[in-house]
């Protein structure tokens, strides 16, 4: 088992940044690859980034490429996900989540889920 919780969310302007965490516990946090998801009112759960296991690759949906940075601290089973130049489409509820399968981008293949954190960008 892999618990995860996730931190950081908050009310933001639009333009501006907030950084998410997301601490695991349980089994050795290094076996899994790390990827973010986020939700928005009446929308399904869509990919945002994910970081492989050694943390030497990266993936992110098109909408928030050159904005979004996914990164891992092993030594505090920690991934952070820092989001600058928010926008209000960027709002959802955003969750992490731990895979040891292949389809980064398949939220189906994430075997552990966070609570979720809220994000919300002001105009």
């Known amino acids: 088992q892999v618990q995860l919780v996730e931190s950081g969310g908050g009310l933001v302007q639009a333009g501006g940044s907030l950084r998410l965490s997301c601490a695991a516990s349980?089994?050795?946090?290094?076996?899994?690859?790390m990827g973010w998801f986020r939700q928005a009112p009446g929308k399904e759960r869509e990919f945002v980034a994910h970081?492989?296991?050694?943390?030497?690759?990266?993936y992110y949906t098109d909408s928030v490429k050159g904005r979004f940075t996914i990164s891992t601290d092993n030594a505090k089973n920690t991934v952070y996900l820092q989001m600058n130049s928010l926008e209000p489409e960027d709002t959802a509820v955003y969750y992490c989540?731990?895979?040891?399968?292949?389809?980064?981008?398949?939220?189906?293949?994430?075997?552990?889920w966070g609570q979720g954190t809220q994000v919300t960008v002001s105009s």
């Open positions: 989540a731990a895979t040891q399968r292949e389809r980064y981008n398949y939220l189906y293949d994430y075997d552990y």
């Open positions: 349980g089994r050795s946090f290094s076996r899994y690859a």
């Open positions: 970081i492989t296991r050694s943390g030497g690759r990266t």
